[in-house]
């Protein structure tokens, strides 16, 4: 692995006469500029975490006091909003896995030609701004009372826009998923040798069914963790679509409470960013945990 | 799911693997058709909705749609034509930021031999390349703003320093840019294998030929891919500006949301669907930069 380190002591070894002994003599010089640069990495990403955090706690003239993070949880809204956004969230990472996986799974056992197509649409919404979809949302939604009134239509886009689980925006939200699912899961299947492990396990007998659940899943294991961390810290931050689509899921009752209380604003905002976190973690030991079979996906990467 | 096939594999004669390969083609075409029939619907009828709309004006009262160009050239004009202006300049130079940035600290995270620390940074990342939008925007407002935590202590306002600006939003833009880069660029740094550098050498390259003549080949779609990423991150991103700067950048998702409000003149409704489809328009064109260099890089990256 040090043998690839990059571009520091590259000026001075040009001049020095080149060699393999004498280029592997340098190693201790990268320990230094990679210590320097996760260094100041880490001080630029902390700074404003831990300025917040005193922002929080720390009120000029009256010293410390944790009222801000006391008063969170009879806050208004509050629970409803946080448990709105979860619930979103788990909605579309299992309709964006149930999407992607077979398909992903197919292209790469028997559809090869598909794949261009599969790619495109995955990553379109990349190239699409939350902002420029939600203007595209609203038009469509407007279609429902305007043209549709009298169909049975109606109900239907009545139902996707109830404030309770407003189910317009996991559609949405699946749409802007796309890309990072796709990201992830397609590693995954580039790490493990998928034609082989499918003939491997059919010869053995086994069905379509057990192949996909108990041969190729195990083996995705740690990329459908990726994908549902990035899917799941991606809902919980939403901000745009929600608040221009009239919904209030976590992000947007951040911002109502943040005129009137400020010091709970910026609380909040931390501990938003603590419960990511938390929840990456939970689900990141899901994903990998289970000692026997863990270990495949993870040497089978470094190995490819 | 992919359907199984009847074929039972202990037949294992000629014929049986041709019957089987026969029907594996229809078979798993089906699989990846809820996925298309999905972005289809979700995906293609608002993107419809945008280029109709953004091209035709329908009269209140009559009712009539015609087809008219008035809102793509007022999209491109006076003030939202410096919004949009000001969108790609503060998405180019972070990206460029970020992307230098980021494969530093993925160069310092893949030649660590700690694997607690490269799996903590990539945690971290993943969690920080999502942490844009509003709590971001306050997180830094109580730390860099005007009564923030470090423009107390430094005294940041004496030397020029201001959150609410083109540069303050560039740096607040880093801080989830960054980890994005980082996210996107290790699994490329961890496909340069050691046998190539070591191949290299023993052909008495420098470390310099090795990266001018091999590593930065190979990387370089990766890189580029990860360029547009950032640009398209930053070029889309809405609430952080939005807590931010309100209107004090110029900024394109800022124009659109405005006008999405409601609280304008009739008609501008369809100027932000026309600047909507400016945004897809520039970022389907960096994207289609994108593609054929991607396709490149997987020759090499498997």
């Given at each position: 692995m ?5 571009t520091?002591?590259?000026a ?8 393999a002994?004498r280029?592997?003599?340098r190693?201790?010089?990268p ?13 630029y ?22 009222e ?5 949880l009879?806050?208004?809204g ?13 909605a ?19 559809s ?11 990553m379109?919404?990349?190239v ?18 305007e043209?549709l009134?009298r ?7 009545l ?18 998923a ?11 299947l580039?790490?493990v ?15 379509w ?18 994908a ?5 810290a991606?809902v919980?931050?939403e ?10 899921p ?10 009137a209380?400020a010091r ?13 976190w938390?929840l ?11 000692s ?12 490819s | 799911?992919?359907a199984?096939t ?15 390969r ?17 972005t289809?619907?979700c ?7 945008i ?16 087809v ?8 491109l004009?006076g ?5 949009l ?7 180019a130079?972070?990206?460029?930021l ?16 700690s694997?607690a620390?490269r799996?903590a940074?990539l ?8 942490f844009?939008?509003v ?15 470090v ?5 940041l306002?004496d030397?020029?320093?201001d ?5 303050g939003l560039?740096?607040?833009?880093l801080?989830?840019l960054t ?12 496909g340069?294998?050691?046998?190539w ?10 470390g310099?030929q ?11 779609p990766?890189l ?10 930053a070029?889309?991103a ?14 394109v ?10 609280n304008?003149l ?5 100027v932000?669907?026309?600047l909507g489809?400016?945004m897809i ?8 930069v ?8 997987a020759?090499?990256?498997?």
């Open positions: 040090a043998a690839m380190t990059p520091a002591p590259r001075d070894r040009a001049e020095a006469a080149p060699g002994a280029a592997r003599a190693r201790p010089r320990r230094i500029w990679r210590g320097a640069v996760l260094a100041l990495a880490g001080a990403f902390l700074l404003p975490l831990a300025a917040s955090f005193v922002f929080t706690v720390h009120v000029p003239g009256q010293g410390l006091t944790f801000a993070y006391t008063e969170l009879g806050a208004e509050f629970l409803r909003s946080l448990l709105l956004s979860l619930g979103l969230a788990a579309t990472i299992t309709l964006s896995l149930l999407l992607a996986v077979p398909a992903l799974v197919a292209v790469r056992i028997g090869p030609r598909l794949r261009p197509v599969v790619e495109v649409m995955c379109l919404p990349l699409v701004p939350p902002i420029a979809l939600v203007t595209g949302i609203t038009t469509v939604l407007r279609w429902g009372p043209h009134s169909t049975p239509l109606y109900q239907t886009f139902a996707v826009q109830n404030p309770d689980f407003p189910v317009v925006l996991v559609l949405a939200y699946t749409v802007l796309l890309p990072f699912v796709y990201r992830s899961l397609d590693a995954g580039r790490a040798d998928v034609p082989t492990l499918v003939e491997a396990a059919r010869s053995c007998g086994a069905s069914p057990h192949v996909v659940l108990r041969v190729l899943l195990p083996n995705l294991r740690a990329s459908l963790a990726g549902a961390f990035l899917t799941l991606l919980l931050g901000f745009t679509i929600a608040s221009l689509l009239g919904f209030q976590f992000a947007v009752w951040i911002v109502s409470i943040s005129g209380q709970m604003s910026v609380a909040v905002s931390i501990l938003s960013l603590l419960i990511t938390l990456l973690l939970v689900l990141s030991r899901a994903g990998t945990n289970p026997s079979v863990s270990a495949a996906p993870a040497t089978s990467r470094k190995e | 799911m992919s199984p009847p074929t039972s594999p202990t037949r294992g004669t000629a014929g049986g693997t041709t019957l089987r026969r029907r594996r083609g229809p078979r798993t075409w089906l699989a990846a058709l809820p996925l298309l029939a999905f289809g619907l995906f293609g009828l608002p993107l419809g909705a280029a109709f709309g953004a091209v035709t004006r329908t009269d209140p009262g009559t009712g009539a749609t015609r008219t160009g008035e809102h793509l050239a007022r999209s004009q003030p939202y034509l410096d919004s202006i000001g969108s790609v300049q503060l998405s130079l972070t990206a460029l970020g992307g230098v940035l980021g494969v530093l600290i993925a160069q310092a995270l893949v030649t660590s031999r694997t620390l799996s940074a945690t971290a990342s993943g969690v920080l390349a999502n844009g939008g709590p971001l925007a306050f997180a830094f407002i109580a730390t860099a703003g005007i009564s923030g935590v423009t107390q202590l430094a005294d306002t030397l020029g320093w959150l609410y600006s083109f540069t560039a740096v607040v833009y801080y989830f980890p994005l880069m980082v996210l996107v660029i290790v699994p490329a740094l961890d340069l294998r050691p046998q550098r070591e191949a290299a050498q023993n052909n008495g390259a420098t310099r090795f990266w001018r003549h091999v590593g930065l080949p190979v990387l370089a990766s580029l891919g990860g360029f547009v990423l950032l640009f398209g991150t070029f889309a809405h609430a952080t500006a939005a807590a931010l700067v309100g209107g004090s950048v110029p900024l998702t800022l124009k659109i949301a405005d006008a999405l409000s409601g304008v009739t008609g501008q409704e369809n932000a669907l026309a489809l400016d328009l520039i970022a389907g064109l960096v994207m289609a994108y593609l054929p260099l991607q396709r490149r890089s020759r090499w990256l498997r």
